[in-house]
């Protein structure tokens, strides 16, 4: 008979987050440089964190909103995040095979899922969720997210991956729950310069002054989250360390919280795309002049005082 034991898992799983336009991709660029790990395909998966998710069918599964609040006030000081509608395993399914299968991203390109796995892997793994959801939530869905995320990172002969969602930040506190032993890497950077790179962006608000806004939201959140982990489980990284700062010692902070060795691909990407001149440091002050200038300014010195005061990590 063949031996059907399903393969060991591809551990510890690593994810960057941050509010969007904040490093998130290009570290997982240059980490996908090394032998050892790949970035998942698509890069953003959507099914962990986005609405109907799995993030949010967990939670729904461990208890209800009402014994997951009474948890987190029990277990923190940090307010509880909001009560987000939760459609349960059929909603769940139909994304799995829907949007996040495959669709159509902003920029044109078709993405998703079924660029790393055949349709009847997909399958198989939906199959074997369903009865292990029903005893044990979280111990299904670390299950289902490694048939996923596994087979691609395999056929590449890598022994783990990253996946890159923005949002991850923000839901880590979920994240954790099925997924205990992951790595996130926090990305932060200058709000100024993230609100002058959302702005011309098809998906975000159109102006500096609505991208503040957004972007202090963001930071919230992720800090509310952050709170509610172990903080062996989170890296937190400025941009402007990595690239300016202190470029060697940042690199080798992030290697080695993922417990990866320095490879000559990671080294050459960090080298070559990652110089000063290609960071965009200090984009917000060509897109403002003058006065607009002066009162933006003023407004996010606001934005970094109420956020110290939530206790979010904020840039320098």
């Known amino acids: ?32 440089r090394h032998p050892r790990i790949a970035r998942t395909r698509p890069w953003e998966v959507r099914f962990l964190t986005d609405r109907f998710g799995l993030c949010d069918l967990v939670e729904e599964r461990e208890g209800g909103p009402l014994r997951r609040l009474a948890r987190a006030a029990l277990a923190t000081a940090a307010p509880p995040r909001p009560l987000r509608p939760v459609g349960g395993p059929s909603a769940f399914e139909e994304r799995l095979r829907g949007p996040w299968w495959r669709r159509t991203a902003g920029n044109g390109k078709v993405v998703g899922l079924h660029q790393g796995l055949e349709p009847e892997v997909l399958e198989r793994a939906l199959d074997g969720f369903r009865d292990r959801l029903r005893e044990d939530a979280p111990a299904a869905a670390r299950r289902l997210v490694h048939d996923l995320l596994d087979p ?20 880590v506190d979920s994240l954790v729950r099925f997924l205990p032993d992951l790595r996130l890497v926090h990305m932060v950077r200058d709000g100024r310069d993230v609100c002058a790179s ?29 709170a509610r982990v172990p903080a062996a489980n989170v890296l937190t990284v400025q941009l402007e360390d990595l690239v300016l700062r202190d470029r060697e010692a940042t690199l080798h902070r992030v290697l080695d919280f993922l417990g990866l060795d320095p490879a000559p691909g990671v080294l ?39 956020l110290r005061v939530a206790g979010a990590p904020v840039p320098r």
């Open 1 to 32: 008979m063949p031996d059907t034991a399903p393969l060991p898992v591809l551990s510890p799983p690593a994810f960057t987050g941050g509010t969007g336009r904040s490093g998130t991709t290009v570290v997982a660029r240059m980490l996908d």
């Open 152 to 171: 691609p990172a395999r056929a590449l002969g890598r022994e783990r991956w990253i996946e890159t969602t923005p949002l991850n930040a923000a839901r």
């Open 198 to 226: 959302v702005a011309p962006r098809y998906w975000g608000p159109d102006d500096m002054d609505s991208a503040l806004d957004w972007w202090e939201a963001r930071m919230l959140r992720a800090g509310r989250a952050l």
């Open 268 to 306: 050459r990407f960090h080298a070559e795309h990652m110089a000063p001149r290609a960071a965009n440091l200090g984009r917000w002050e060509q897109a403002l002049q003058g006065a607009d200038r002066d009162r933006f300014a003023a407004r996010y010195d606001a934005a970094l005082e109420r």
